[in-house]
């Protein structure tokens, strides 16, 4: 087993034309900051077309020592080739790297990376999960979500973090059937992208779409014992037995499951038009200012009542299916925003 530490080299290849940056981005640079913590970069490296990506976007890499390679041939495997000959070039030419850093969601690596493997070479995967294939990620040493790579608040935000606290009139049995529909909405979208909800996996993507999740903070041991108690519930099926076990969504929902369902996402309704209300009013739309509009409606709105522990978690969720985008910086409230259409 490999362990990390600051004398570790690694190396990272980059399919830039398969997961690619705003050019006002921090991931570039948050790459190389989360890589510290596991050893020491001496190469980083981005495929891609080059003349169809804004020069801005290419100077912020080129600013970090991204060596940026170019692309000319548009066909869709001609990155993976040169990114795949230069990955095993690096295993006779520079066997001091011991991990290799893929960014990529692409399934054609997996020839790559079983060959990494076979050299005795670490390959962490960074990528979406929930657009990637599962096999690729349980091929993987590592992975991490792209989403934990930006700028994270620290641990309180501010003295005035709406949290859910004992007083909040929250309804335990309701929150506990927003976690349920939240495992229901994450099967389903796995299947969109006709992949299978296996058992490890739903939690991989689970825990990405809805962070903060925590099956023990429900009351259960272990993942298995949630999933079990959704499926008694009527909100999941279940298919196999232990690590084969693969989830699905019964042909019946209940009315209830249904109910839960439709009022998160008349939450992410919710959480829109509040961001779109304050922007018009051209107030800042913060994080706390939010919380407060969307708990003044009539009804109130509940986080804790659709399976979220704090009310951040829940704008987090949002973020993770494209609905909003989280504008952190360090002593400051965090500004939630529509996304782009850029």
């Known amino acids: 087993m490999l362990v990390h530490t600051k004398d570790i080299d690694i190396a990272v290849f980059w399919d830039f034309q398969n997961i690619g940056m705003k050019k006002e981005s921090s991931f570039a640079k948050n790459v190389l900051e989360f890589l510290k913590g596991r050893g020491r970069v001496v190469a980083a490296y981005a495929y891609a077309d080059w003349t169809q990506c804004s020069g801005d976007t290419a100077s912020v890499l080129y600013k970090y020592r991204y060596e940026l390679l170019h692309i000319p041939n548009p066909s869709k495997n001609s990155a993976d080739v040169l990114m795949t000959a230069h990955a095993m070039a690096h295993l006779t030419g520079a066997p001091n790297i011991l991990e290799y850093a893929i960014i990529s969601k692409d399934y054609d690596f997996r020839p790559l990376v079983a060959n990494l493997q076979r050299m005795g070479k670490r390959v962490l995967l960074i990528c979406r999960p929930i657009e990637t294939r599962p096999d690729l990620i349980d091929m993987v040493d590592d992975y991490i979500d ?34 349920y529909a939240q495992l229901q909405d994450t099967i389903r979208g796995i299947e969109n992208r006709e992949n299978l909800a296996g058992i490890g996996y739903a939690k991989i993507i689970m825990t990405s779409l809805n962070p903060g999740f925590n099956e023990v903070e429900l009351g259960f041991e272990k993942w298995g014992d949630f999933v079990t108690a959704a499926s008694n519930a009527g909100y999941v099926d279940l298919k196999g037995e232990g690590a084969g076990t693969i989830l699905g969504i019964p042909r019946r929902i209940s009315r209830s499951a249904k109910a839960t369902l439709d009022n998160i996402q008349g939450g992410f309704d919710l959480l829109k038009s509040t961001i779109q209300e304050l922007v018009s009013e051209e107030i800042a739309p913060e994080l706390v200012r939010i919380a407060f509009k969307m708990r003044n409606r009539d009804p109130p709105f509940n986080h804790g009542n659709l399976g979220f522990k704090k009310f951040f978690d829940f704008v987090k969720a949002a973020e993770q299916r494209g609905l909003v985008e989280i504008e952190v910086t360090l002593g400051k409230e965090p500004i939630i925003r529509l996304p782009s259409d850029d």
Do not use: F, H, N, W
């Not at 007083?167 to 059937?177: A, F, R, S, Y």
């Open 146 to 179: 792209t989403q934990d790579l930006r700028t994270r608040v620290v641990e309180q935000i501010s003295v005035t973090e709406p949290e859910l606290d004992e007083t909040e009139d929250v309804d335990l049995e309701e929150q506990l059937k927003g976690a």
